[in-house]
């Protein structure tokens, strides 16, 4: 049969540090499906990849992890990472050091004696979502089913609680307490709220004294090969598939007049729009408090907004939106019989009596059966072609299931064919712009056998990859228009540099920066603010320059000259420079932390000892390929 490619929801990362294991393990048990993972058998007995003192770091546990990593890495990136590609990262090596540590504070908290109650236990399964019945509260039955189906005992989920609870613990007792030196804070607090006041004088073509002259064809040549990785396509996929694409399929469709009628009658409603009021409906208690605000209105004591704000209301809380005549009920005819927008009532709502704003008038849209009839006919045709498709399926199993090529398939099924060079990187067009496309486009190898592909839209598509085709340079003539453009924009730069450099030494010989052109100037910015239109660098260059200094700042397609006008220092007062110092405060209140805790653990792994067994480890990465 037909395969459907999918993408499976990834669970993004949750856990930041030791105290939230409890949070991992159910993003594991409800997202992961361990089960189905297979990490139940490692060659046949291997529990366990080592220890830490007397603490064994299971099998399962360290494979769950990796698989979390590299699931929370896969979210990150937008696309599937294999397990070449997580070793690549490192993410074995950063797995295998969290279960290190997990092991040396589960050796410690034995061996001290920290342990969790059953009524803490109790208390964190009880509030977990993740096993809560349809009443909201906690689910016996869930919690039994969830467990079963994840391949873990109620006795191993609660013993890894009640560790987590105890590393918790154990942690808090190391991190907690740490105050950021004051000499350190007051320091980093000056250099990050450190501000500068400058001028920036923008130069343009306009700014040159002649426009840069057209490039010659050895100009472009030149410039061509010094660039020759600007102009370079990049590696790609020669694939070529076959495809039933429902577009192309439903012209050859026929259509039924009777079933074409019927289609219109039951989508009556999307073709005959009656005509709509947009309306807002303000209710009072009575009848008399209604007439009392309407009489008010009229007499022009009171608007209509003033009336909501006083009972109270905001505007959003009484628009009804648009609304036919029918729905208004009883309000209908007095809200339909304003011609222009108005105020209508007091009439009874299904909240009481209220008067009626009305805001637009919506003029009815009737669609008949002639004019809808093209659009229905396109829809009825592309959905029988899909129908038609979905019917071929094992017809084109059967044909590849025996060996045909390609292109003997397209001849006897009468499909498509086709060859693309397919580039991840470039902007999808035609077939590739299909999502289930591209995803078996990048899982294509070379000697994969083509398998059909039913996609979303209906479309059935086989793909066969033909080479791996090297970063290929372009030649000159099909890139001249990106050539003479990158050309021209380095020779106007080199001409803008040239020119600026003139106009800062006038400047320094005491003409005013002004009398080049509008100045822009900012009289205090700090390190990480913003400059609409200037490159990045600007603000770094800044900060390195002394006072009355001009320096010359280039970026893609930005020329400009920027002359330091004020050191000044950070602000002390105020909620912003009160905010500053308390987040730096933080910051190095949990990098101690963070330091203090990194040391601990590992004291605690030395002092208890480490063993790892390669095998086992090697064994959990040979499931994971």
Request: aromatic share 6%.
């Amino acid at each position: 049969m037909a395969k459907t490619t999918q993408t499976e929801e990834q669970p993004r990362r949750k856990r930041q540090k030791a105290g939230n294991y409890v949070v991992w393990v159910i993003l594991v048990l409800v997202m992961i499906g361990l089960g189905g993972f297979g990490v139940t058998n490692f060659g046949g007995g291997i529990t366990a990849i080592g220890k830490v003192g007397d603490r064994d770091i299971e099998t399962t546990d360290y494979a769950r992890a990796l698989q979390q990593e590299m699931n929370a890495l896969s979210a990150q990136i937008g696309q599937p990472v294999t397990f070449a590609q997580a070793q690549a990262f490192g993410l074995d090596r950063q797995v295998l050091q969290q279960v290190i540590t997990r092991a040396a504070l589960d050796n410690e908290t034995a061996r001290i004696g920290i342990s969790a109650g059953d009524a803490s236990v109790a208390a964190e399964i009880t509030a977990m979502q993740a096993f809560r019945g349809s009443a909201g509260s906690f689910d016996r039955e869930a919690y039994r089913f969830t467990l079963e189906r994840n391949n873990l005992t109620e006795a191993q989920f609660e013993r890894s609680i009640r560790e987590d609870i105890a590393r918790s613990v154990l942690q808090g007792a190391v991190v907690g307490g740490f105050t950021a030196p004051a000499p350190l804070t007051d320091a980093l607090t000056a250099y990050a709220g450190e501000r500068r006041g400058f001028s920036l004088l923008e130069l343009s073509a306009a700014d040159l004294p002649a426009p840069v002259a057209e490039p010659t064809d050895a100009d472009l040549q030149t410039f061509h090969d010094a660039n020759i990785d600007r102009f370079t396509r990049p590696e790609a996929k020669r694939i070529t598939y076959v495809a039933l694409i429902p577009e192309t399929v439903a012209p050859t469709m026929e259509v039924d007049e009777t079933a074409l009628r019927a289609l219109y009658d039951d989508r009556i409603d999307e073709f005959m729009i009656p005509e709509k009021r947009l309306v807002e409906r303000l209710a009072f208690p009575t009848d008399a408090d209604a007439q009392a605000a309407k009489a008010r209105l009229d007499a022009g004591e009171i608007t209509f907004d003033a009336l909501v704000a006083e009972r109270g209301l905001t505007l959003d809380t009484i628009d009804l939106g648009d609304v036919t005549k029918a729905q208004l009920g009883a309000a209908g005819d007095a809200v339909f019989a304003l011609t222009e927008p108005g105020i209508a009532g007091p009439a009874q709502s299904d909240v009481g009596p209220a008067l009626f704003r009305m805001n637009a008038i919506l003029a009815a849209q009737e669609t008949t059966f002639d004019e809808a009839k093209e659009t229905l006919s396109a829809e009825m045709r592309t959905d029988a072609a899909r129908r038609a498709i979905s019917a071929r399926i094992e017809e084109i199993d059967d044909l590849l299931a025996s060996g045909a090529e390609l292109e003997e398939v397209a001849q006897e099924a009468k499909m498509d064919i086709a060859t693309i060079d397919y580039i991840p990187t470039e902007t999808p067009e035609g077939i590739a712009a299909y999502p289930d496309f591209r995803e078996a486009a990048e899982a294509l190898q070379e000697g994969d056998f083509p398998e059909a592909i039913l996609l979303d839209d209906g479309a059935l598509v086989a793909l066969r990859l033909d080479e791996v085709v090297p970063p290929t340079p372009i030649p000159l003539d099909e890139v001249r228009d990106d050539v003479t453009a990158a050309w021209k924009a380095e020779a106007e730069a080199k001409a803008l540099a040239a020119r600026a450099e003139e106009v800062k030494a006038e400047v320094e010989g005491g003409k005013s920066l002004a009398a080049f052109g509008i100045v822009t100037k900012n009289p205090a910015i700090i390190r990480d603010g913003f400059v609409e239109g200037a490159p990045q660098t600007l603000l770094p260059t800044l900060f390195a320059m002394t006072e009355g200094e001009i320096r010359l700042v280039q970026g893609d397609g930005f020329t400009g000259l920027l002359r330091l006008d004020a050191i000044l220092p950070a602000e002390t007062a105020g909620e912003d420079a009160e905010a500053l110092h308390d987040s730096i405060a933080i910051r190095i209140q949990q990098t101690l932390a963070q330091d203090a805790f990194a040391l601990f653990t590992n004291a605690l792994s030395a002092e208890a000892g480490i063993q790892i067994d390669q095998t086992a480890v090697n064994a959990v990465h040979a499931q994971m390929n």
